[in-house]
């Protein structure tokens, strides 16, 4: 079964420097990695996803995700942190030998300091 | 297209009440899942649909619960005499299965319906 680690629940950074976080992956088949946001008592929104095309993947609101088989790798970044990038950020997994049923981590929360 | 839709997005129930959620998916999403969220957690698969047909039930989703979706549109989560252990976010999502285009088999959730028991 797919699985996927969030390295660190919380990463607290100061607005304008780089946001970086880190998600690692299992699966025994080609897989598709996605990047959530979640907002207070809010549900998730997609912020990239990962389809076997290009290996650099660019999402909403400056965020972008590198997929890196040999590391089992897919950490999001973001060049320079704003106020508004305060949330919580899941990766999750998925692949045709689950049916494309995602699998989520335990989520990392982003905290940015003025 | 008005995304996915879930109602209520909160209810505060007694203990041993019966509750039950609604989700308005995406019209032309065959596709539909229910996941529950606690607090501090990742969400956690429940059950999923392919049209009206239930295909996947989670070992979390005990016998108190029950999923359905009988015209492949809209879907209920009943939770039958529910417990302080069932308070979560319980968030629904749809996905278009199969096809070739960007959004196949990418999943967009609704905002969530909040349960807490007292």
């Known amino acids: 079964a797919q699985s996927v680690t969030q390295l660190g629940s919380h990463v607290s950074v100061s607005e304008g420097a780089l946001v970086l976080l880190r998600c690692n992956y299992s699966?025994?088949?080609?897989?598709?990695l996605f990047w959530y946001v979640q907002y207070p008592n809010q549900g998730l929104q997609l912020l990239l996803k990962y389809t076997s095309a290009a290996t650099l993947v660019k999402g909403i609101n400056g965020f972008e995700a590198e997929f890196k088989k040999s590391e089992t790798s897919f950490h999001l970044t973001k060049p320079s942190a704003h106020m508004s990038d305060a949330a919580e950020y899941f990766c999750a997994v998925s692949d045709r030998s689950n049916d494309y049923k995602l699998s989520f981590g335990a989520g990392t929360t982003v905290t940015v300091r003025a | 297209d008005t995304g996915v839709s879930q109602n209520p997005r909160h209810k505060i129930t007694k203990r041993g009440q019966n509750v039950t959620f609604r989700c308005d998916p995406i019209s032309e999403h065959n596709r539909l899942y229910w996941y529950r969220q606690t607090l501090g957690q990742g969400p956690e698969f429940l059950t999923y649909f392919q049209n009206e047909a239930q295909l996947e039930k989670s070992r979390l989703l005990s016998d108190r619960f029950s999923a359905e979706r009988p015209k492949g549109s809209f879907s209920t989560l009943e939770i039958q005499r529910t417990e302080q252990g069932d308070s979560a976010m319980y968030l629904c999502?749809?996905?278009?299965?199969?096809?070739?285009?960007?959004?196949?088999?990418?999943?967009?959730f609704g905002a969530g319906s909040r349960l807490t028991v007292l």
């Open positions: 999502a749809s996905s278009l299965q199969g096809g070739r285009g960007p959004g196949a088999n990418v999943l967009t």
């Open positions: 699966s025994s088949v080609p897989p598709y």
